[in-house]
Every structure is written in structure tokens, then in C-alpha cells.
């Protein structure tokens, strides 16, 4: 899954007309991880009487996240 990641960036800079190691250049992104996590997160309402949890708010960090969508409501995107 790294060697996908890897792949996207480089696609995401030839996208913005930018050279494909853009983003491997010192002082871009040195902190950054080339990590590619799928996640799913089952249709639930958290219940903590039986032990359920869903995902409560959080932030995606680093550079970029990939989102499939349907018709279930639930996912927000807060813009500051």
C-alpha cells in the first residue's frame, strides 16, 4: 500500500503541472508519511450499554484522504 501512496502523490503533483518528486523534495513535506490506510466504518449508532462505539469526530492528518460516499448520512467536512 506505501508504493499506492507513493504513486498518488506523484500524480497529484503532475496534476498541478509540478514535477513528479515534488513532494519528496527536502523541506516539503519532511515530516510526512507515505501511508495508505483503508479504513471502513460500519453503519452504527454508538450504544455504550453494549459496548458500541462508532467513530466520533476526528482529523485526517497529512497530505491527502480518499473518500468513497454513498447514500448514508454521516460524514461531515468542517471547513474553518
Known amino acids: ?3 499506492v ?3 498518488i502523490t506523484e500524480l497529484i503533483a503532475l496534476s498541478l503541472n509540478l514535477s513528479s518528486n515534488y513532494f ?3 523541506g516539503i513535506r519532511d515530516d510526512a508519511q507515505d501511508v495508505l490506510y483503508l ?3 460500519p ?3 454508538s450504544d455504550i ?3 458500541l462505539f462508532g467513530t466520533g469526530e476526528h482529523t485526517d492528518y ?3 484522504t480518499i473518500l468513497l460516499t454513498d447514500n448514508n448520512r ?5 471547513y474553518d
Open 49 to 51: 450499554d453494549k459496548g
Open 24 to 26: 519528496k523534495q527536502p
Open 5 to 7: 501512496a507513493i504513486k
Open 43 to 45: 453503519k452504527q449508532k
Open 39 to 41: 479504513l471502513h466504518y
Open 62 to 64: 497529512d497530505f491527502f
Open 74 to 78: 454521516g460524514l461531515q467536512i468542517f
Open 1 to 3: 500500500l506505501e508504493a
